[in-house]
Nanobody, 122 residues
Framework: QVQLVESGGGLVQAGGSLRLSCAAS????????MGWFRQAPGKEREFVGA????????NYADSVKGRFTIARDNTKNTMYLQMNSLKPEDTAVYYC???????????????WGQGTQVTVSS
């Protein structure tokens, strides 16, 4: 099992940038594929993007493609979400999640963080 803690959320103006971090509790972090999700008020949680265990591949939701970038540093047990050109519709609680490598590309994420709030003002 792995515990995940997100950080880096906050208030930013439209067009601005934020970088979220997701720190894992165990060195076994390297064995997991990782993903980012978000949930806006009154909406269902949606997929943002994911990366393989070694960071060699990523995939993104169309709504963030070209603006958001996922990276991971396995030496620090940490994954990042760089968010640029933020829009008010990006406002949400952002969650990181871990999945077994064989599940990459699916919605099977057994482990979740507690979330961090991102608010984009217009």
């Amino acid at each position: 099992q792995v515990q995940l803690v997100e950080s880096g959320g906050g208030l930013v103006q439209a067009g601005g940038s934020l970088r979220l971090s997701c720190a894992a509790s165990r060195r076994s972090f390297i064995t997991y594929a990782m993903g980012w999700f978000r949930q806006a008020p009154g909406k269902e949680r949606e997929f943002v993007g994911a990366t393989t265990w070694n960071g060699g591949r990523q995939n993104y939701a169309d709504s963030v493609k070209g603006r958001f970038t996922i990276a991971r540093d396995n030496t620090k047990n940490t994954m990042y979400l760089q968010m640029n050109s933020l829009k008010p519709e990006d406002t949400a609680v952002y969650y990181c999640a871990a999945q077994f490598p064989s599940a990459y590309g699916t919605n099977d994420f057994p482990y979740w963080g507690q979330g961090t709030q991102v608010t984009v003002s217009s």
